[in-house]
């Protein structure tokens, strides 16, 4: 799994701030981490593609539900829409949502 984080720009491009990769697979076919009662929380560096050093960190944790054992929704988690005016006499706004499923 792949987790990015980006900042909102109003007025130019979104830039990434960093990512990090999550071996899922690895987790779910730990005994141990399958037995944990609760999963701990994590500290992860963030990097780009054009550096070797890390950009900062991320703290998170990670839950693998199996799709039968969900008693609740997944979270909706979308950002903030962005709007760009392509001049201040044509009203044309473009408005972009991300799909995060």
């Known amino acids: 799994m792949t987790v990015q984080l980006w ?3 109003d007025l130019d491009k979104d830039d990434l701030i960093g990512k990090t990769e999550i ?29 070797n050093i890390a950009q900062g960190s991320v703290k998170l944790w990670v839950e693998i539900i199996p799709k039968e054992d969900r008693a609740t929704p997944l979270w909706q988690i979308m950002p903030k829409p962005s709007v760009v005016w392509r001049s201040s006499r044509e009203k044309r706004v473009k408005i972009c949502r991300r799909n995060l499923s």
């Open 7 to 9: 900042d909102h720009d």
């Open 23 to 51: 071996d899922i697979e690895d987790r779910w076919f730990s005994r141990r981490w399958r037995s944990l009662k609760h999963v701990p929380v994590e500290t992860r560096k963030l990097y780009v593609p054009s550096s």
